[in-house]
């Protein structure tokens, strides 16, 4: 028995580019300038045209449209480590901005390899993407800004400032830090301790500045032996806490400069039979649940990635409309620090 005799309604032609403009009552022109999301399309038209795509059901062919206007609606992002705790949020933010305009979102993990990263934006690059979006972990890498120009698609940076040709949102660690250290030198504590990832990124740059300003605001001087900078990793963390900590000057309180480092500064700190905040203040970088559920909650460095996700992926798509007129944009986010239970005076005041 066919499908026609059990009663099913009959197969009916998959709809064309021809039937969509003739509902829209529109020229193939129209609808081509609307499924290639150009900015000469009046609002009008644009939305008898997406009426009728919806209508019709109608499927472009994302290949062949690919082929005839050397735009493939894809989009690369490259970042260290999709589970890093915060960049899910990001990834999630910028994917839905994009969905919603008919991009795909492209995602690879650089392993924060600078020779990675010079090989994910040449495979993007060969992919034929549209714009590409990426982290911090090669920011001063001369080879990778020949690779970034040579692929020659609209670049938008992720809490990195180089190469200043691009765009960029960048979060505003400094000003957090800054505040963060200011509370713990209020409480007593002198001997504050920064860990954080290389200097010649942008978040471990601005983290320093801020801790560092901090003591010259309130005229006092800083131990620079307690500023370790080096990597944003746990191992990091639970390295240099260990050595501190076993020091016999060691530290007050600590600030965790990274956000994935502090499961190894708690790790170190365990070890050491030492106790948040009775022994040693201590604060995070970024919420998650570690530093909610430590007991007691953990102070943290915090901003919203999601935005930073959202505003990232409109960066694009405005830079890929109009990439010849737009000067390069630096867009600064808020943060903010999150004073909870685990920052009290140091055990000598």
């Given at each position: ?33 609307v ?12 939305t ?25 609606r ?23 901005i994009?969905m ?24 993007m ?29 609209p ?20 000003g ?76 007050t309180?600590i ?10 500064v ?7 039979g ?61 943060s ?10 140091p055990p000598?005041?």
């Amino acid at each position: 028995m066919t499908d026609h005799q059990a009663g099913s309604k009959p197969r009916t032609a998959s709809a064309t580019i021809k039937d969509v403009a003739r509902l829209a009552g529109v020229s193939l022109g129209s609808v081509s300038r609307v499924l290639n999301d150009k900015a000469s399309v009046t609002a009008e038209v644009r939305t008898r045209v997406l009426s009728a795509i919806d209508a019709l059901g109608y499927q472009p062919n994302t290949v062949a449209q690919s082929m005839r206007s050397q735009v493939s609606r894809t989009v690369g992002c490259i970042i260290r480590d999709i589970n890093i705790p915060g960049l899910a949020a990001f990834v999630r933010a910028a994917h839905d901005i994009f969905m919603e305009q008919g991009y795909a979102l492209l995602l690879s993990n650089s392993e924060g390899r600078a020779e990675r990263e010079r090989e994910l934006v040449s495979v993007m690059a060969a992919r034929r993407a549209d714009a590409l979006l990426i982290g911090h972990y090669s920011e001063l890498d001369p080879d990778l800004e020949a690779v970034l120009k040579r692929a020659n698609i609209p670049v938008v940076l992720v809490d990195r400032e180089r190469p200043d040709w691009a765009d960029a949102v960048m979060v505003n660690h400094q000003g957090a830090v800054r505040r963060a250290t200011e509370r713990l030198i209020q409480l007593g504590h002198r001997r504050i301790a920064l860990l954080t990832g290389r200097d010649t990124l942008y978040p471990a740059r601005e983290r320093i500045a801020g801790f560092l300003k901090a003591y010259e605001a309130l005229g006092l001087s800083c131990d620079p032996s307690l500023v370790r900078s080096g990597s944003f990793e746990a191992e990091f963390g639970f390295e240099q806490t260990s050595l501190l900590i076993s020091s016999s000057n060691r530290p007050t309180a600590i600030i965790a400069g990274g956000i994935e480092m502090l499961p190894g500064v708690v790790r170190a700190l365990r070890l050491h039979g030492l106790a948040v905040p009775r022994d040693i203040s201590l604060v995070g970088t970024l919420n998650s649940d570690l530093a909610e559920l430590h007991e007691p909650p953990i102070s943290v460095e915090h901003w919203d990635y999601a935005e930073v996700g959202r505003i990232a992926a409109r960066f694009a798509l405005e830079r890929m409309r109009d990439s010849a007129t737009l000067e390069p944009r630096r867009l600064l986010i808020p943060s903010d620090f999150m004073l909870r239970e685990s920052c009290s005076a140091p055990p000598s005041v």
